[in-house]
């Protein structure tokens, strides 16, 4: 099993709709988790943190379930501007110190 | 506010050649910094990280090398240059420090390496 695990997609949506992507871990050691965005051969760019729970910010909500290893990227009303590879990452703590385990990404394409 | 450098933006080289990629970090000190390889349609690949001048930590066996001369310089080099080296090389930086928060990392903009 990967260490991240993310479904691929392509994900074409409207614009205007409202779009989810999971993730799953597999280390229950976890400590705190990422959603990067990356555009098109550029360098990744922080999104979200998710500490807890949850987080939200704008049209942007992450859930975080550590009984199932999960998280979820929730983006609302999505825009053109939105398309983009999603990454989602996780950090552990091992014996080397943190380490950030990013995923293979999920694209979003929003059409017109 | 902190940025992060990365030079060069794009390089060709021959297999065999050598190889010097550098990155530098401002507005932040004593920065823990990391060398990903993005190979195309893969994920981000670890291959060194740094707590600190002159030390470096190895994620996976390799014929590349890192070193930091300096507190906020960060350096990739090979002797000679595999095909298999190709790949989008990103260098990031994070704070140094127990809180969540100082594992977040932030990247610069990448030097994307194809060996012919």
């Known amino acids: 099993r990967k260490e991240v695990e993310q479904d691929p997609g392509p994900f074409n949506v409207p614009e205007g709709a409202t779009v989810a992507f999971n993730c799953t871990y597999s280390?229950?050691?976890?400590?705190?988790f990422f959603w990067y965005r990356q555009d098109c051969r550029k360098e990744p760019k922080l999104l979200m943190s998710?500490?807890?729970s949850g987080n939200e910010d704008g049209r942007f909500t992450a859930q975080l379930n550590r009984a199932s290893q999960y998280i979820s990227l929730l983006i609302r009303d999505s825009k053109l501007s939105d398309s983009a590879t999603y990454l989602c990452?996780?950090?552990?703590?091992?014996?080397?110190?943190?380490?950030?385990?990013f995923g293979t990404g999920t694209q979003l394409k929003v059409e017109l | 506010s902190q940025t992060i450098h990365q030079w060069p933006a794009t390089l060709v080289q021959p297999v065999g050649s050598p190889l010097s990629l550098e990155c530098t970090v401002e507005?932040?000190?004593?920065?823990?910094l990391y060398w990903y390889r993005q190979a195309a349609g893969r994920g981000l690949q670890l291959l060194f990280y740094?707590?600190?001048?002159?030390?470096i930590s190895s994620e996976v066996p390799q014929n590349l090398s890192a070193s930091r001369p300096q507190d906020r310089q960060f350096i990739l080099s090979s002797k000679k240059l595999l095909l298999s080296d190709s790949g989008f090389y990103l260098c990031?930086?994070?704070?140094?420090?127990?809180?969540?928060?100082?594992?977040?990392?932030?990247f610069g903009p990448g030097t994307r390496l194809t060996v012919l």
């Open positions: 990452v996780v950090n552990t703590l091992t014996g080397g110190g943190n380490k950030l385990t």
């Open positions: 998710v500490y807890s």
């Open positions: 990031a930086w994070s704070h140094f420090g127990l809180s969540l928060s100082y594992n977040e990392q932030f």
């Open positions: 280390n229950s050691a976890s400590q705190s």
């Open positions: 740094s707590v600190g001048i002159g030390q």
């Open positions: 507005g932040t000190s004593n920065p823990n």
